[in-house]
């Protein structure tokens, strides 16, 4: 609950103290058991991410933990981002924030801007029928990984009409979830809600054909991956 601290030389100081502690803890096999926490590790990492999130330091917790003497075992940041999810879920709820952990990024600040979107949404009409369609394709291309497809191949207007959308979609999305715009990405990628549901009204996705089958799953994994920048669908209730 201390306020974290005001100066750049101060942050750099208090970060370093804290990936110290924890990191060499951890590298001596001292690690909290239980409710037991007598070097207070867990307060270290919430003191770390406290800092991160006030100043708003972009930085992949793995590359930062992994900045001193002794290198970041999975079991280090595993524990850092475990701290980092409890303090999410004092803001957000807990299917949001694990469907935005579950993204796979591990920069705390980022995280939190995906989450602080997420929650925006949820708060208007078009979040229930966005989640459920979304859910509905993660659920589809759930045994199909390649998120490739061929657009010349597609035979029916909503698999070409739906390839545009992704087209001009991704770019602009790229372009703000590098600029740490997660809200305005999320708007762009909802607006491929539409033509998805077109897809799913007007063909049969499982064609008996193998290879049109594989080509449309290419199409919808291609736009899950997308999706998975910001959250996964899957995770939300």
């Known amino acids: 609950g201390d306020k974290p601290p005001s100066t750049a030389v101060g942050r750099a100081t208090a970060v370093a103290d804290r990936v110290d502690t924890l990191a060499g803890c951890f590298h001596l096999g001292l690690k909290p058991k239980g409710s037991a926490d007598p070097l207070g590790l867990r307060r270290a990492a919430v003191g770390l991410l406290a800092i991160l999130l006030e100043a708003g ?6 590359d930062l933990l992994s900045e001193g003497a002794h290198p970041a075992g999975e079991d280090l940041i595993g524990f850092v981002v475990a701290r980092l999810r409890a303090v999410m879920m004092e803001r957000y709820p807990t299917d949001i924030v694990d ?10 600040v980022a995280l939190e801007g995906r989450a602080a979107a997420m ?3 949820a708060t208007t009409p078009a979040y229930e029928p966005l989640k459920q369609t979304f859910k509905r394709l993660a659920n589809i291309t759930r045994d199909h990984h390649t998120p490739s497809y061929k657009a010349d ?12 959308a992704l087209t001009q979609s991704r770019q602009a999305a790229h372009a703000l979830l590098d600029g740490g715009d997660f809200g305005a990405a ?3 990628l909802s607006a491929l809600q539409g033509p998805v549901d077109r897809l799913f009204l007007e063909v049969m996705v499982m064609d008996d054909d193998l290879e049109v089958r594989a080509n449309r799953l290419g199409l919808l994994t291609a736009i899950g991956a997308e999706v998975h920048k910001i959250a996964d669908f899957k ?3």
Do not use: K, M, W, Y
């Open 186 to 188: 999320l708007r762009v």
């Open 99 to 108: 469907a935005v952990l579950a993204c796979g990024d591990r920069d705390a």
């Open 153 to 164: 191949a597609f035979v029916e207007d909503a698999e070409t009409a739906l390839h545009i």
């Open 119 to 121: 929650a925006a949404l």
């Open 235 to 237: 995770h939300l209730s």
């Open 57 to 62: 330091v972009r930085v992949q917790l793995p």
